[in-house]
């Protein structure tokens, strides 16, 4: 029993010596950053194809009006921009887009308002979106002179930005 205690003190003597000599660092993390909205969701196909079919040249005034189904489904309270762009325009229109057919456009037509829709790449700001947001159209075809027989082909890209 005589050296149990002798011992006992001497690791209680080196273990308040490793104490005292002991050396604290502290680390902080900050955590951060911001959580935004998901964007809409197109539910029409990101690909549509308006056919006129085939039409005589002398009736295009009086050609059926095609639509355009473009739709969205948006988180509640959503802000976007839509622009529609076509491959051309005719002189002097922002409403008129032209085809590789001379003399012959076509127009489109917004659903919600029957408002011609500006094909040069204007952006329309649209906000407190939710659910689903209808951005159909009609396209209607349009003589600007004389024309001939033979087909005819254009396009018209429309982007969406999330704000």
């Known amino acids: 029993m005589k050296s149990?205690?002798?011992l006992t003190a001497l690791l209680l003597t080196?273990?308040?010596?490793?104490?005292v000599f002991a050396v604290t660092d502290s680390i902080t993390i900050n955590v951060s950053g911001t959580l935004t909205r998901p964007p809409c969701t197109v539910t029409s196909s990101k690909t549509l194809n308006v056919n006129f079919g085939s039409l005589r040249y002398d009736q295009i005034?009086?050609?059926?009006?095609?639509?355009?189904?473009?739709?969205?489904?948006?988180?509640?309270?959503?802000?976007?921009?839509?622009?529609?762009?076509?491959?051309g325009a005719v002189s002097g229109s922002t409403t008129q887009a032209s085809t590789d057919k001379a003399n012959l456009a076509y127009t489109l037509t917004l659903n919600s308002d029957n408002s011609a829709v500006d094909i040069t790449?204007?952006?329309r700001t649209l906000t407190k979106q939710s659910g689903t947001v209808d951005l159909s159209m009609k396209a209607k075809l349009v003589a600007t002179g004389a024309l001939s027989e033979g087909a005819f082909k254009a396009s018209t890209m429309i982007s969406i930005e999330y704000l």
Do not use: I, R, Y
Not at 14 to 19: I, K, P
Not at 64 to 86: E, F, M, Y
């Open 61 to 87: 005034d009086s050609a059926p009006v095609v639509a355009v189904p473009v739709t969205l489904t948006c988180p509640n309270n959503s802000s976007l921009s839509v622009s529609v762009k076509s491959s």
């Open 14 to 19: 080196s273990l308040v010596s490793q104490t």
């Open 4 to 6: 149990a205690l002798p």
């Open 121 to 123: 790449g204007a952006k």
